[in-house]
T-cell receptor
């Protein structure tokens, strides 16, 4: 069974540029999470989806970050414009339901110059 | 104040040693997770538990809900166990994403 797929794996951009990350969860998983992990820190939740509905986006910086999961399957996380402090690994995870074991993708390492 | 505290932050041990990593949390939780992250690699879920003890191979996880404390043990440690081990909890309230600790960086020397 395929795991959580994320692309790209690495992205280097200049500040003020836009960037987008894509995540395809495990088939059949209704719950999808986006996390951000800064160097030397544990991940922090940005947003959680139940199917196509964003049910917890309280930690998402809405002035520059946006996310969508239009058909309740794959999801896109966008930053526009990117800032130096956005450099981090962006992790996507999915689970069958919101209290089940979460399966993580390999992450996208973003470097903002 | 971090709601999840792990100790130690760094641990170096010899192959074969019994390893214990501790996790304390300060809020009511619905479940506690132990995860493993290799350098440059993704995160793998090891255990999810809400009471008692779970065992998988050489790994054992325990939790004491009353004391808000959990431990991860590795028996007969091996260099391939070298990784960052992260404790995370799911709260009992509405936000059901995980709240993570900073991780314990474990190195097992041959």
């Amino acid at each position: 069974e395929a795991g959580v797929v994320q692309s790209p794996r690495y992205k280097i951009i200049e500040k003020k540029q836009p960037v987008a990350f894509w995540c395809n969860p495990i088939s059949g998983h209704n719950t999808l999470y986006w996390y951000r992990q800064n160097l030397g820190q544990g991940p922090e939740l940005l947003i959680r989806y139940e199917n196509e509905e964003a049910v917890d986006d309280s930690q998402l910086p809405k002035d520059r970050f946006s996310a969508e999961r239009l058909k309740g399957v794959d999801s896109t996380l966008k930053i526009q414009p990117a800032e130096l402090g956005d450099s981090a690994v962006y992790l996507c995870a999915s689970s069958p339901g919101y209290r089940d074991t979460q399966y993580f993708g390999p992450g996208t390492r973003l470097t903002v110059l | 104040k971090n709601e999840v505290e792990q100790s130690p932050q760094n641990l170096t041990a010899q192959e074969g040693e019994f390893i214990t990593i501790n996790c304390s949390y300060s809020v009511g939780i619905s479940a506690l997770h132990w995860l493993q992250q290799h350098p440059g690699g993704g995160i793998v879920s090891l255990f999810m538990l809400s009471s008692g003890k779970k065992k998988h191979g050489r790994l054992i996880a325990t939790i004491n809900i009353q004391e808000k404390h959990s431990s991860l043990h590795i028996t007969a440690s091996h260099p391939r166990d070298s990784a960052v081990y992260i404790c995370a909890f799911q709260s009992g309230g509405g936000a059901d994403g995980l709240t993570f600790g900073k991780g314990t960086h474990l190195i097992i020397q041959p």
